[in-house]
């Protein structure tokens, strides 16, 4: 359901897309929507056709009806495997031995279900973007043509005239230009113990979202797999909704390239256009020569030939960029990942010759954060943790502006150090209750501010768990605030007297 707040438009230069109608205010809903098809991602990996459980174990059953789908028990309950489907499985010979040998064929069959039985979805499948012409050069063809065309062909599922009209890998085409990844947490705790298998799903209105490095948009699927956007930022009226297919985090060559590779064309949103980046200097390095000046790349719209310092004007060759990025990868991917210690020591030492915010740094960062969480908190850990949280806050809300995920997390994170430092400081009588109130005060509002972020998380995936924490964290800071407001001795720091202070806050 696409909701009053937008439409789906056409025009010469974007084909079809999805624009507001009017006004739209951040956090609106913009678009729910139930996928066409769901499957397992990659090859190899059997899975419910009722509940999308992954399965394991030597006999697998199937489904007492079609004898052809995977299913976890006989009785699954689960909506999927649709009577439809499993009239297509009957009709068809394909096995379920097919599926375990090659999972890659499940979505394409799924969406060839739809050809007899419902002529509306599937004239709206056929009408996404395939890029058919860039894809016949890739090895991704040959791959389809050998594993699922001459397959489905044998089968008869296909006849000459379908291989003839390239329909499957047209099918193929749409499912990987435009399906999302789907990490619901049904499916992640499923497999907490073992390796993380993902899903994909195709959902025929969500695809017309066009991309944009920053994007204006919330995305989140529910325990259902409905995909629920909602608008990250305000958006103006007659604006294009923009989706960002790529990560924020990465620099300007490097999503480009997935985007090259993944999605079949070149991005020039305004991030991938300024050689900056929007003034974060992501893939910058520092200036050998100068040394405060920025290495930036001169030709951002293709060719990478030439990088040039900003200040000095010296001009540095792709080649030798690309392998000092590629030595330091070297270095971050040989970290022991639990060593604090060693990420410090590299961090300091990539701070010469990158940008504080060069992608690379940036990886070594948040492992610190999640480092020094993990780590018992001791005042200078928790110190470094604060400063870090605080170097990444800005530059999060310029690549990912509005709601945001690694936002409401950090924010999280950052008064969660807070406070546990200033309780240290209180006990250790380095503050008085003054300042630990102010220090409680600044996180009730950091809580809000992360609430706000995470509230359009699903409750039960591991953003919308903690947005639940923030609230029970909220909850005790705005109680001991009111405890200690209200004790006597409180008071008497108020009016400056000082006493002894231990007495209300021998709970810490
Ligand atoms: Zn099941
Ligand atoms: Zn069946
Ligand atoms: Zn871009
Ligand atoms: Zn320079």
Redesign the pocket.
Known sequence: MVTSFCEITQDEKQGRYLKTTQNVPEGSLILKEEPLVIGPEGVGVVFC?CCNKILNGVKIP????????S?CNENCEGIW?SDN???F??KCSVQCGHFLVNSQIILPLRCLVFRNSNNQKWDELLKLESHLEKRRKCPVWKDIAINIEALFLNLGIISKVDVENELIQKICGILDINSFELRTNAFIDNYSSGPVHVLRGLYLKAALINHDCVGNTHLAIDDNYNLIIHASIDIPVGASVYFNYSNPLKGNNERRLILRQSKYFDCLCNRCLDPSELKTEISSLRCPRCKHGFVRPVNVDGSYNMWSCNTCQRDFSHSLVQSTIIEARALLNSLNISDIAEHEELLHKLLKTFSPNHFLLLEIKQNLIGLYTQSEPKVNKLRRKIELCEELLPLFRVVEPGLSRMQGITLYELQSARVLLAEKRVKNKEIDEKAFIEVLKDADSLLKQSIKHLLYEPKCSPEGRLCLECLGELKRIRSLMTELELSPCCNEVKSHRKKDKTSCLSEL
């Open positions: 056709f199937v489904c007492p009806k079609c004898k052809t789908a299913v495997h489907e499993c009239d499985f009957s």
